[in-house]
T-cell receptor
Framework: DAKTTQPNSMESNEEEPVHLPCNHSTISGTDYIHWYRQLPSQGPEYVIHGLTSNVNNRMASLAIAEDRKSSTLILHRATLRDAAVYYCILRDTGTASKLTFGTGTRLQVTL | DTEVTQTPKHLVMGMTNKKSLKCEQHMGHRAMYWYKQKAKKPPELMFVYSYEKLSINESVPSRFSPECPNSSLLNLHLHALQPEDSALYLC??????????????FGQGTRLTVV
């Protein structure tokens, strides 16, 4: 799978928007960009995914750069319950059955 | 029902014991996965089952033996484990073979301690 690079940690204030960046400069044309998060003491949970266009769902928005070499997960109003490790993952056609986690970004949300 | 249920939640076993971890889903998913997660590290893929057949084994030692008796159940049989095998074991499922444009659902995991 193509590699992703994320900051190790980020902090946010509650009720503020959070922008979590992910670099994937070696992304191929058919790689989907997936985001998962893992809350403390829980299994990972799906957040959002996209291919080329920006995507919105009830949890977050995904902004994908025009050249697809980077993307940003946007939490519009962070809450304490959003404190988690956020993983940016590329899905490769050659290994479509795998979900390979990188090191992720640990998000801290404070009052 | 969008749950993946793992039992037990916690397990302590000796190095000579044989135990099994169980995973169940009723979403009609045909792909199921086992992951291992050490503290402060990301989950690492161990096995993938697709339509009840083992499709990926990430060079996992034979002391871990997966089994998929039917499309809803996934087991991980453990035998002669080492203390370094202590970890959180996560099960996941997804709709089909390809995760390219579908999501995976994870269970809460089994916290395994080998003594």
């Amino acid at each position: 799978d193509a590699k992703t690079t994320q900051p190790n940690s980020m902090e946010s204030n509650e009720e503020e928007p959070v922008h979590l960046p992910c670099n994937h400069s070696t992304i191929s044309g058919t790689d989907y960009i997936h985001w998962y998060r893992q809350l403390p003491s829980q299994g990972p949970e799906y957040v959002i995914h996209g291919l080329t266009s920006n995507v919105n769902n009830r949890m977050a928005s995904l902004a994908i750069a025009e050249d697809r070499k980077s993307s940003t997960l946007i939490l519009h109003r962070a809450t304490l319950r959003d404190a988690a490790v956020y993983y940016c993952i590329l899905r490769d056609t050659g290994t479509a059955s795998k979900l390979t986690f990188g090191t992720g970004t640990r998000l801290q949300v404070t009052l | 029902d969008t749950e993946v249920t793992q039992t037990p939640k916690h397990l302590v076993m000796g190095m000579t014991n044989k135990k099994s971890l169980k995973c169940e889903q009723h979403m009609g998913h045909r792909a199921m996965y086992w992951y291992k997660q050490k503290a402060k590290k990301p989950p690492e893929l161990m096995f993938v089952y697709s339509y009840e057949k083992l499709s990926i084994n990430e060079s996992v030692p034979s002391r871990f033996s997966p089994e998929c008796p039917n499309s809803s159940l996934l087991n991980l049989h453990l035998h002669a484990l080492q203390p370094e095998d202590s970890a959180l074991y996560l099960c996941a499922s997804s709709q089909g073979r390809s995760l390219m444009n579908t999501e995976a659902f994870f269970g809460q995991g089994t916290r395994l301690t080998v003594v």
